[in-house]
Each structure stands twice: as C-alpha cells, then as structure tokens.
C-alpha cells in the first residue's frame, strides 16, 4: 500500500537569482548562482550531493536538451542527473523527482535546480509555440497565445457569473495591484513598482479582456532546492522545512474536448489539490492553508485557482479579492513575494521559486513581507492553457 | 492609388478576399454553396479553373477534393493559364459525363488576380470564384450547345515566377480582342444551332470594357434587359470566375424554360448555351452572388488590400519567422482531419470529437478504437468564448479565436475570420471556412485548414 510523501522529506537549503531581464547573464550563470546559494544555504559541498533533478521548459531556446546543461556547468562529478519537463510546472516537478528519491532512500542528498534563460528569443513574449506542439497539431493549432487562452476563460467567467466587462477588470486589476505592492518588497522581483487598480484597468489590451498588468512577464532566472530524509533534517539546521505533499495532475482531454466543462475553472488544480489537501490531512483549505504562491501567469488564473483550490467559493472569488482576503495583511495572504506577476516566469525556475518562498516565510527571513507564524504553505503550479495542462501542487510546513 | 493614374476613374467596388483567402479556399467555399445538401458520395470528379493557384505543381482539384471529403476514386484535373478556363473546365465537365465517364463532375473556377500598385488592372481585378455540379437526372438546366474560337492573341501574359501580368495596347485589346472574338463565338453559336438573339431570356459575358460590353450586346441585336448585369462595378473582373460567377447570378433571378447564352474572353472566346428547368426553383437555399453580395464587409484601407494581397512588403515580425516545418507524412495521414475538418464519433457513446481521437473523451465512456469518421465541415456551431489577441502574430491583427461548440455535439478551439472583436459574443452562431493557415515562404508551402467565421445568411 502506498504510503505517500507526508512528512518524509525536508528541505535544507534553497537558491534562488534574481529574476528579470538578464542581458548580461546565460543560464550558465544563472545555473551556477542558485546552486551556490543552495549549498552555502545548507551548509554542504558539492561533492554531498548524491543526484539531480534539472528543470527547463523551451530548451532550444535556452540550454538545450538533457541534464548535461546542469551537469556540465556545475561540473557535477558523474552523479545521476535528470532533466524533467511539464511545461510551467516544470520546477515541481524538478523537486517532486528529487524529494521521492530521498524519500525512497536511494539517495542521501538531491539538489533541485530549475533554470529558464527567455530573453535570447529576440522577440517579447514566449517562444512562438507553434513549433512546440509536435507534428500533428501543428497542423491545426489556431494562432493562439497564453494570454488569448486564459483570456477566453475571462470572458466566459465574465459571462457566467453575470459580472460585467469593467466589474471583471476592476476584479483582475485588484488582483495584480496586490502582487505588485508585494513585489515591490522583494529585492529578488523583476518589477518591483506598487501599481494602482486604475494604472492597472487603462493599460493597453494584450488579448481582450486581459490588459498589460493582467500578464506575467518573461524573465530569466534560477531556483534550486536540496532535500534530504526527514529524519536527517536537523542534521543539517535547526530550521528545515518539511514536505507534506507533492501531487501532480495532468488534463484527460475531457476539457478540450468535451461540451460539459465550463472554461471557468481548472479541472486539473482541483484533482491535485484534492490530493494533496488528502494526503496532508487538510479538511478546510480556507482556514487552514496560511499562504500560498499560486501559478498567477494572469490575473484571471489567480482568481479562479482561488475558487479551484478551495479557499473561495465557486463563482465568489470576486468577493473575497474585494473584500482584501488575499493582501499580505489580510487573513490568507496570496503571492506573498508578488507571484509570477512581479518575478516574471522563467519557466523551469518558476515551481521551485515558489517554494523559496514559503521556504523562507517559514524560517522567518521574510523580512518586511513576513507572515506571522504560517502553518501550512501551499504552492501551485500550472502548466499549460485552461483546456490542457498539468497542475502540481505542493504543500510545506514545519 | 488613383493620384498615380488618371485611367483609374471607373465607379465601383470590388470584392477583396481576406488576408486569410486565395483561390484555393474561394474554390471550396464555393463549392461548399454549391453541394449544399447533396450527398457527396455521388460527386465523382471535379475540375478546379485558375490563374492564381497557389501552387504551380500540386492540384487545386485535388486539394478541393480532399476539403470537401470526396472519395478517392474520382477523377480530377486542374485548368490554368487563361480566363478562359473556368468555361473550359465547364465544357470538359460536360463532354465528360456525355461520353459517360463520370455520372458527376463539380467545376470550380476561382482567381485571385492582383495588379501593380495604381494599375488599372489593380482597380478592376475582383476576388471570386463560382461552382457548379454539371451531371444528369434532375438537373436544374441543361447544357444545350457551344461554339468555341481560340487565338494566341496576347493581350495579357504572364511568365513563370511572375505575380503580374503585362499586357499591351488598352484600345488595341479592346477593338481587336475583346469586341470581336465575344460575339464570333456567339454568332458561330447561334449560327450553329439556327438560334437568334431574340431566342434567350439572358446574354452573359465578362465586362473589361464597360462602354464596350453594352455596344458588344447591340451589335449581336440583344435588348439591354437581355443582358446580364456584369458585376463589374460590384464585384470586379474576377478572371477565369468570370463568366461562371455571371452564370450563377443569371440562375438565380431565371425561371424555368428561360434560354441561357454565355461566352467566356480570354484568348478567343467559348460560347455556350443553356436551358433553365423546372428545377429551378429547387436550389433557393443557395447563397450565390445575391447573398454574399447582401452580406459584404468593407475594406476601408488600401493599405490592408495591398498588405493582404503582398503588394505591400509589411514587416511580419520576427515572431511570425518561427514557422515550423510541413510535415508531409503526417498531413498525408491526417488529411481528412485538416484538409477536410473530419473529427471522430465515439459508436459507442455517439459523441463528436475534433480533432478525431482514438480514445473517446467523453468522461467515463473510455471506448479505445471505436471511432467513425464525422464530418465538422458542414455543421454549424456556437461561440462559447472567445479573445482577440494582441501578442499573437497575424497579417491582421489582433488574432481572434474562440472556443466552438457544435451542434450535434463536439467542441474545440478555432482561430475566427472576417470578423472584428466587436461583432462577437458568447453564443454566438457561426459556420466553418476553409482558409490558408499559413505560407512558409523558406520552404515553399501554404498551410491549410478551417476557421470559424459568423454566417453569412
């Protein structure tokens, strides 16, 4: 029988770069500099590392395929290395490979390290996708984009609830002036300028209703993780952070393709949380989830994982984002280091940036964006577009 | 344009296809009008009539079977190279089925010709194409005669490699061409079966020279109301189109017993002669020339026209750079699913899917390989939501697309054409169109596939 990951693995020590328009840095450096803080974080060398997981997305516009990118830059003495990909969830998945090795008691030590350089494309945006959806679908993918798709599911949430086209902007543009006060106290941020709502409601349209501040940007950055068995945690600090879940679900094709599901929710973030809130022992995620980084690659997506996840109710985030329950002073505070909003989305960095977070709220070096005395964390991470993806959700505490 | 050239003075509009269109996707959309109701499995062959095919080797005909879903044992020919040969290809057609080789033969005749910035070919090429089902039974006229000339007489050419054509002397084509070949192939006709103009309820054939083309018609001794009206300053001369575009307005205001004459131009000139039916009255459902003319959409800005057409060299952007390669082999196992939009049926739920699957979607049923094929060509469908998008590159931006669900059942996410953000909402009805997805001009080949699109009554 199954026994789960509950509180079998820890994390010791975390990396993570500054995430942004990185000219005058390759992955390489990017690599080497999340890696570096990992180790001096935990207290180890390389050489106590036992094995690998390498987390990047658009590998052919970045490093290239394999784990030998991580393996050659950090000159890791041929230890296990492996490269995982899940689209956005990429860097869960990096730290879901090495936390079950631990866990499995294959290996004593297991770095995570995500990385995504985005910015040599030439071109804003993400990589033209159309040469990423293999060979039969590029035949008839229609001439989407990420911010289009979720987009669509503004305008049908819109439509559904009854919420008119200025209510629903007014509602997504509360949701990013939240993260961007945050950003804005985070010296690791890409953008780190407070905007106001009505900054952010007559900014210019990127895929109708979504406007600007609505939208992730692209950046490049890092983040890296070690993890060891829970009971060798204390080994190594006196204040490690404890896994209590990582639970991932990937689309069936039912939503694409099927009439029933209604473009206003993710399938996918509901089956994973309810893994994981099932594993952890969580009966009220409202109540007793104390923060979370969610997958905010738009506003929209941040809002319905609200509903998704289980801390608002279907069809009422509205109210609980009005009323100010997300603010980093508000009763569940939401995207406390300004989520993907203001660190951007290097895509393979982003799942184990999140974590990084919680990581540090929980070791109380969150500075002036810390959270008094959080109990469970909780980090989703989304892949994809609301029709297809794979949803990972993690869940840390002590 | 007209600032460069005072010859371009003529009143009028002309039909302008989307950025999205060619010949190609105009031959199937007319053809989509014309089959409209008939069971395709009785279409055994089809010819396709251009001087615009998007590709110099590689059938129209053949591609406009595949979208339409025809089968395969059909036989097919494609006809270019003058605006004479959409009446050719009606001709062969015909003499095909006489000769008893085919008991069906959809023709398709379809141009997209473009002019030089500020050329007066430019101001009358129109965009278009015409489709008609030539076979035996029930027909709704019949093809009774024809009398053809055929002359080098090079008025206009065109070379490989080149998108434009050249021509020479306006006056010298149009007093030793166009005003003369037109009614030798028409007197040779009415010669030839002991008719007389009087005899013929319509008399149709392309306007190039306005003033011309009603002295063409008193010389033969036709009365002005014998004359079709030639759709030159609504719709423009639209090049092997012509004359069948002109024929298929003539049917749709005729009435049984009506006599039909029609000649082509273009290196000499075929004339034929049709007698309407009672059946007639039968195909009311289609929307020809009147309807679409009744639903146009404007094309406000030359600059669009010319950046659609290629006349303009606009920069696309490096994003738009990034097209990925053809793959030859699977369109070739997928060509019905993309060239013919054929999903699958689940025969053990009866749910549509698209694109066609081999494990059923609908949750719970889980049938492996239980599939038929389902035909979303012709099946209407809803807008469940929509965005129009900024980032997304297009030759017209913003990119607009929307989740389409089907009557009948199936449901996926298309790209939305000849429309603006304006005109949509959730719920709204729309229809499937068959456009070109794409040119890669490094490697030499055009995409295509379907989009959704408001229907057009």
Known sequence: MAEGIKDKVAI??????????????????????????????????????????????????????????????????FIPATRVENWCATGSEALRGACYAVAAGAYDVCLALGVEKLKDVGYGGLPQPETQWGTRQRLIEPNKTAPGTFAMMATRYFSQYKITPEEGKRMLATVSAKSHANGARHPKAHLRRAVTVEQIMNSPIVAWPLGLFDCCGVSDGSAAAIVVRADEAKKYRPDPVYVK??????????????????????IATEHAAKMAYDETGIKDPRNEISMAEVHDCFSITEAVTMEDLGFSSRGKVKDDIMSGRFNLDGPQPIQPDGGLKCFGHPVGASGLRMVYEMYKQFQGKAGDRQIKDPKYGLTHNMGGIPAVNIVSTIIVGL | MGWLNVGTKAAGEKAVANYDEDSLTMGVAAAMDCI????????????????????????????????????????????????????????????????????????????????????????????????????????????????SVSYDFVDYWRTEGERYDRSWEDRWIRDVGYSKFIPEAINGLLKKYNLDVKDFAKIIYPSTYPREHVSIGKKLGAEETQIEEPIFSSVGDTGTAYPLMMLVAALEDAKPGDKILIASYGNGSDALFFQVTDNIKKINDRRGIKNHLASKKELNSYEKYASFRDVLDTEIGRRMEDIAPTHLSVLWRERRMVLGLCGSKCQRCGTPQFPSQLVCAKPGCGAIKEMES??????????????????????????????????????????????????????????????RRYRDQLRGISGYFWKATPGRG
């Open chain 1, 12 to 77: 010791i020590g975390m990396g993570c770069t500054k995430f942004g328009e990185q000219w005058e840095k390759g992955a390489e450096e990017l690599m080497v500099e999340s890696f570096v803080e990992a180790l001096e974080d935990a207290g180890l060398e390389k050489k106590d590392i036992s094995a690998a997981w390498f987390g990047t997305s658009y590998e052919e516009t970045n490093v290239g395929k394999t784990a030998i990118p991580l393996a050659l830059t950090l000159k890791l003495p």
């Open chain 1, 245 to 266: 879940s990582l639970q991932i679900s990937a689309s069936s094709g039912e939503e694409l393709l099927y009439t029933d599901w209604d473009w206003t929710h993710v």
């Open chain 2, 36 to 147: 409209r109701g008939i069971d395709r499995e009785n279409v055994e062959g089809l010819n396709f009539a251009t001087t615009t095919s998007p590709f110099i080797e590689r059938p129209a005909a053949v591609m406009t079977a595949t979208a339409l879903d025809l089968k395969p044992d059909i036989r097919t020919a494609d006809f270019g190279n003058s605006i004479r040969s959409g009446v050719g290809a009606l001709l062969s057609a015909v003499d095909t089925i006489k000769a008893r080789s085919a008991k069906s033969i959809l023709v398709c005749a379809s141009d997209s010709r473009v002019g030089k910035a500020g050329s007066t070919h430019e101001q009358s090429c129109g965009d278009g194409a015409a489709a008609l089902l030539i076979g035996e039974g029930d027909v709704v006229a019949t093809l009774e005669g024809s009398h």
């Open chain 2, 374 to 435: 389902y035909r979303f060509s012709d099946k209407k469908g809803n807008v469940f939501t929509y965005s129009a998008d900024n980032l997304a590159p297009s030759p017209c931006p913003p990119a607009i697309y929307g989740v389409i669900d089907f009557v009948g059942g199936g449901r996926c996410i298309f790209d939305l054409t000849d429309c603006e953000l304006e005109d949509l909402h959730v719920g709204m009805p729309v229809e499937m169109t068959f456009r």
